[in-house]
C-alpha cells in the first residue's frame, strides 16, 4: 500500500537509487532540460573570475580561446553524454572496466575529495559575497547556503532539474539588473590586449575552469535521459546541449567579469550591491541563486563518487545516498566556516591535471575496447583476479598523462605549452598510450565480432 501522509509522500521523493542503473520510468530528461541543468550549473558566482584571469589578453581573444576550447571539448563532452543514455550508469561505474575495480576505487576516493573541496570552496565564496552585501554573519551564510543545497542533493536529479529550470529567469533577472546597473553608472569600453597572448596559457584555463573538469560528470545527469533505444540511436541534440549549456554560461560570465574588472577594477559585479540603494537584495538573490545552482552539482557527484567507492568494498543499501549526502554536504559547510580549504586550492586545481587524462582514457576503452557494448550488470560483477582489479594498461598510461600534466613544461617543445593546452597534451598522449597498450583486447573484441556475424 501506499503511504499517503505528508512524510510517505516526501520520502518517495528523495532519491535512493545510488550508483544502480537508473530505471527506464526515470530517463525522461530531454536535450533542452540537459542544456538548462548544465548551463545553470556552470553559471557560478565564480564564474565571471575568468574574466580576471585572462583580461589581460583583452576580449577579443578572450572570445576567440572560449570558442576554440568549445571546439576541443566538444567531442570528449558529447561522448560522455551519449555514454550515460547508452548505459544508465555515473562515469566512475563504468571505470571499473577501464581502470579496473581497485582503480575506480581510486579515482572515487579522489574525485569524491576533489568535488567536496569545490562545494566547500564555492559556499565559502558566496557566503562572503553575501555576507559583504548584506552586512550580516558569514558563518551564518554558509550554513543557510550550504543548508539548501543539501536539500536539493538530497532530493536528487529530478529536483535539482526543475529547481535549475525555475531558477534560470531568476538569475538573468539579477545578473541582467547589475549589468544595466553598470553601464548606466560606469564608463564600459572594450578591453584590448595588454600582453602577448600566450594561447596554450588561455585554453588550459579555460578548460580546466570549465568544460574538461566537467565532463566526467556529464554521464551522472544523462543517465536521466531519455535512452538511445528511444530516440532510434545517438541523436545530436543530446550530443552537443552538455556542452553547449556550459560554455555559453562560461562565455557570458566571462564577458561580464571582464566588463566589470574594466569599469571598477573588481571582476565580481555581485559586489556592486553594495552601492546600489535599495537594490542590494537583487544582487544578493542573483549570488544566492548562482552558488546553489553550481554547488549542488559539486555535491551531488561527490555523493555519487563515494557511493562507487564504498560500493567496492560493501554492498549498497536503500538510504545510503540521502545519508551519504547530509554527510558530505555537512563537512563541506564545516570546512567553508573554519577556513580550511582555503589552504587547499592548490590541490583542488592540481586534481585538474588527473580528471583530463582519466577522461580520454575512459573514452578510448569505451569506444574501441568495450565498444558501446558492456551491459550494466558487468559493472557490478564481482572482479576476477587482479586483471579485473588493476587494469595496469589503463593506470600506466593515466599515470604518464598526469606526470606530463605537472612536468611537461620542462622537457616538451614550448608549441605543447604556449600554443596548445598543455592538458590535453597530456590526455591525448595519454590515451594513445593506453589504445597501443589494450591493442590485443582492442584485436580480441573485434574478432569476436566477426565470428558473431559469421555464425548468424
Not at 540511436?233 to 574594466?262: C, D, H, N
Not at 558530505?328 to 587524462?357: Q, R, W, Y
Amino acid at each position: 500500500m501506499s503511504d499517503n501522509s505528508l512524510r510517505g509522500r516526501v520520502g518517495a521523493e528523495v532519491e535512493t537509487v545510488g550508483i544502480r542503473p537508473i530505471p527506464d520510468e526515470q530517463r525522461t530528461m530531454r536535450p533542452y532540460r540537459m542544456f538548462i541543468v548544465w548551463l545553470m550549473a556552470a553559471s557560478s558566482a565564480t564564474t565571471p573570475l575568468v574574466g580576471d584571469l585572462l583580461y589581460d589578453y583583452g576580449m577579443t581573444n578572450f572570445v576567440i580561446a572560449a570558442l576554440i576550447a568549445w571546439l576541443i571539448a566538444l567531442i570528449p563532452a558529447g561522448l560522455f553524454s551519449e555514454m550515460g543514455r547508452q548505459t544508465p550508469l555515473t562515469a566512475l561505474v563504468v571505470a571499473r572496466r577501464t581502470f579496473g575495480w581497485s582503480g575506480a576505487f581510486g579515482f572515487s576516493a579522489l574525485f569524491t575529495v576533489v568535488n567536496l573541496g569545490w562545494f566547500g570552496l564555492n559556499t565559502a565564496v558566496g557566503a562572503s559575497i553575501l555576507a559583504a552585501i548584506t552586512d550580516t554573519s558569514f558563518v551564518l551564510w554558509c550554513i543557510v547556503v550550504g543548508g539548501v543545497q543539501i536539500v536539493l542533493v538530497v532530493f536528487g536529479m529530478k529536483w535539482l532539474e526543475r529547481f535549475y529550470r525555475y531558477t534560470t529567469a531568476l538569475m538573468i533577472i539579477c545578473y541582467g539588473a547589475l549589468v544595466v546597473y553598470l553601464a548606466l553608472n560606469y564608463e564600459l569600453t572594450w578591453p584590448e590586449q595588454q600582453v602577448p597572448m600566450n594561447w596554450g596559457s588561455a585554453l588550459t584555463i579555460i578548460l580546466s575552469f570549465s568544460i574538461l573538469s566537467w565532463t566526467y560528470k556529464l554521464s551522472t545527469v544523462s543517465r536521466f535521459a531519455v535512452p538511445v533505444e528511444r530516440t532510434g540511436g545517438s541523436r545530436a541534440s543530446y550530443f552537443l546541449s552538455p556542452a553547449a549549456g556550459v560554455m555559453v554560461a562560461l562565455i557570458g560570465m566571462g564577458v561580464v567579469g571582464i566588463y566589470s574588472k574594466a569599469a571598477t577594477g573588481e571582476w565580481n559585479i555581485a559586489l556592486l550591491g553594495q552601492e546600489i540603494e535599495g537594490w542590494g537584495i537583487v544582487a544578493a538573490i542573483g549570488v544566492a541563486v548562482a552558488v546553489v545552482q553550481t554547488n549542488a552539482m559539486n555535491l551531488y557527484p561527490a555523493m555519487i563518487d563515494l557511493l562507487v567507492a564504498l560500493n567496492t568494498v560493501r554492498r549498497p543499501w536503500k538510504w545510503e545516498q540521502p545519508i551519504a549526502s547530509v554527510l558530505l554536504g555537512v563537512v563541506g559547510i564545516t570546512l567553508a566556516v573554519i577556513g580550511i580549504l582555503d589552504n587547499a586550492a592548490d590541490f583542488l586545481e592540481a586534481s585538474g591535471k588527473v580528471i583530463i587524462p582519466f577522461t580520454f582514457i575512459m573514452l578510448v576503452d569505451w569506444i574501441a575496447v568495450q565498444r558501446r557494448k558492456t551491459p550494466s550488470e558487468e559493472f557490478f560483477r564481482a572482479p576476477r583476479g587482479f586483471a579485473e582489479r588493476w587494469r595496469l594498461d589503463a593506470v600506466g598510461a593515466c599515470a604518464v598523462g598526469v606526470l606530463i600534466g605537472f612536468f611537461g613544461e620542462r622537457f616538451l617543445p614550448a608549441f605543447s605549452y604556449e600554443v596548445l593546452p598543455l592538458p590535453v597534451v597530456a590526455g591525448v598522449v595519454a590515451a594513445a598510450l593506453f589504445w597501443l597498450f589494450a591493442l590485443p583486447r582492442i584485436r580480441a573484441a573485434r574478432d569476436n565480432d566477426k565470428e558473431q556475424v559469421g555464425a548468424n
